[in-house]
């Protein structure tokens, strides 16, 4: 016997139970609990999800890394210059 955690599926499987025949009523008592589970899964990730939100920092803001390159004495080998500024959180 499946057994339904909220009072609304409990009311649906008695209804479903009083108006189909038997095996009919078993498939749809398992349909109707895997729908109550994942019913359950679903409002329990959008509740966490909505006490989280608050909480998250947003995105640092960093700026891309500056590129400088200039030809040296040796042909085909370039001097490279990678530079990028530090914000004061960084150190």
């Not at 939100?53 to 803001?61: G, N």
């Amino acid at each position: 016997m499946i057994t339904f955690r909220l009072n609304e599926f409990k009311a649906i499987a008695e209804w479903i139970r009083k108006h189909l025949p038997g095996p009919l009523y078993f498939v749809a008592c398992g349909w109707l609990y895997e729908l109550e589970s994942r019913y359950i899964a679903l409002k329990a990730s959008s509740a966490v999800d909505k006490a989280i939100i608050p909480l998250t920092p947003s995105d640092p803001v960093l700026e891309p890394p500056r590129y400088y390159s200039e030809p040296s004495e040796v042909e085909g080998l370039d001097i490279i210059e990678l530079t990028r500024t530090r914000s004061q959180d960084e150190g």
